[in-house]
């Protein structure tokens, strides 16, 4: 007779997966994420930026303004005077409206927009003259090819005309 198996309970480790549910959309870490993102971009600076500045990782960092990580309080002021916040004015920082976060996003979106546009007139201006020596060449081969074809065209008429009287 065997044993009837009970249910495994596994519990969390250092490196399982915690067993309390991820942070809702409204939450503090979220809140306090957007303020802190809201400030880095007012300074017009990059994550990497800030990273640097508070001695964190990159990596750290996005996730702090994603509301994914539970960071200090310690941490939380260090960033906040790198983009020039209260760390008690950011906790307590009130909840954005949708058009705001559409607003950033759609900022952000251009400002990417517009870089690579700057990037694309610095290539167009780099690749400028050998396009302009390609379309001469091409222009000057299509004249070649028509003087030959010209040519060409006349060699029949001379070998078919009859030789002139007295040419001999």
């Given at each position: 007779m065997s044993r009837p198996s009970s249910p495994r309970i596994v519990k969390p480790g250092p490196?399982?997966?915690?067993?309390?549910?991820?942070?809702?959309?409204?939450?503090m870490h979220r809140r306090v994420g957007r303020a802190l993102?809201?400030?880095?971009?007012?300074?017009?600076?990059?994550q990497a930026q800030v990273a640097e500045l508070a001695d964190l990782?990159?990596?750290?960092?996005?996730?702090?303004?994603?509301?994914?990580a539970n960071t200090t309080l310690d941490r939380l002021e260090v960033i906040a005077?790198?983009?020039?916040?209260?760390?008690?004015?950011?906790i307590a920082a009130p909840r954005e409206s949708i058009a705001e976060r559409i607003r950033v996003l759609l900022r952000d979106d251009a400002?990417?927009?517009?870089?690579?546009?700057?990037?694309?007139?610095?290539?167009?201006?780099?690749?400028?003259?050998?396009?302009?020596?390609?379309t001469e060449n091409a222009v000057e081969t299509r004249r070649s090819r028509?003087?030959?074809?010209?040519?060409?065209?006349?060699e029949?008429?001379?070998?078919?005309?009859?030789?002139?009287r007295g040419a001999w």
């Open positions: 490196h399982a997966p915690s067993s309390t549910p991820s942070q809702p959309p409204g939450s993102q809201r400030a880095r971009l007012a300074l017009q600076l990059t990782s990159l990596k750290y960092l996005g996730e702090i303004e994603r509301g994914e005077n790198v983009v020039g916040l209260d760390a008690a004015e950011t400002i990417r927009m517009i870089e690579r546009l700057q990037e694309q007139v610095e290539w167009l201006d780099i690749i400028a003259p050998a396009r302009q020596l390609a028509t003087r030959r074809r010209a040519a060409a065209r006349r029949p008429e001379r070998a078919t005309t009859p030789p002139r």
